[in-house]
């Protein structure tokens, strides 16, 4: 090739990189896509964090708004959130579904941090395959959803959850 068609080829280059770069500044990423969103809960069928009985959606609050929260001991961003869910737990029923990722003593740590920290959870549960966890398509932990009266996924939210998404983003869905 010729000098010429090279430098062309490398400023061609180097402009689309420049627009992808650009075309991302603009994006929250607290506001990832949800394909769940406006569908069902997923099916499941899982144990409690703190023993062997299961759950299935049958068990979830009915006819009432309610959280699912994703979240590890192991998270940091999780621990930053948790007081928060604490208080908004005395408003809305909260569902935990713990998250062990690679840590084989999760539930050993999962259960010293709610009894350590407190316990926002309504009921608990563990997902040690990940089914539910990729059903929901999450990106990673602390991710929280807003499940309608009618049992549909009306919102989520990646990332520790604060009083302005609340405002923002929860609460005009409830009123």
């Known amino acids: 090739m010729k000098k010429p068609h090279i ?6 280059a180097f ?17 990832l896509p949800s394909v769940t969103t406006g569908r069902a809960l997923p099916a ?7 023993d062997s009985r299961r759950y299935t959606n049958a068990d979830l609050p009915q006819d009432t708004p309610y959280l699912i929260n994703i979240w590890g001991s192991w998270c940091p961003a999780c621990r930053v959130e948790h007081p928060y869910l604490i208080e908004r737990s005395a408003q809305i029923p909260i569902i935990g579904v713990n ?6 003593n999760e539930i050993a740590d999962a259960t010293a941090m709610l009894t350590t920290s407190g316990n926002p959870y309504r009921l608990n549960l563990r997902d040690p395959d990940g089914s539910l966890i990729t059903d929901l398509g999450v990106y990673g932990a602390p991710e929280t959803y807003l499940i309608g009266r009618d049992g549909t ?12 998404d609340w405002a923002t983003h929860f609460q005009p869905l409830l009123d």
């Open 15 to 31: 402009a689309a990189l420049i627009a992808l770069f650009a075309s991302g500044l603009g994006h929250n990423p607290q506001e």
């Open 7 to 12: 430098a062309i080829l490398l400023l061609v």
């Open 153 to 164: 996924i009306r919102y989520r939210h990646a990332g520790p959850l604060t009083p302005q």
């Open 99 to 104: 998250w062990p990722a690679d840590n084989k």
């Open 44 to 50: 499941f069928d899982l144990p409690a964090l703190d």
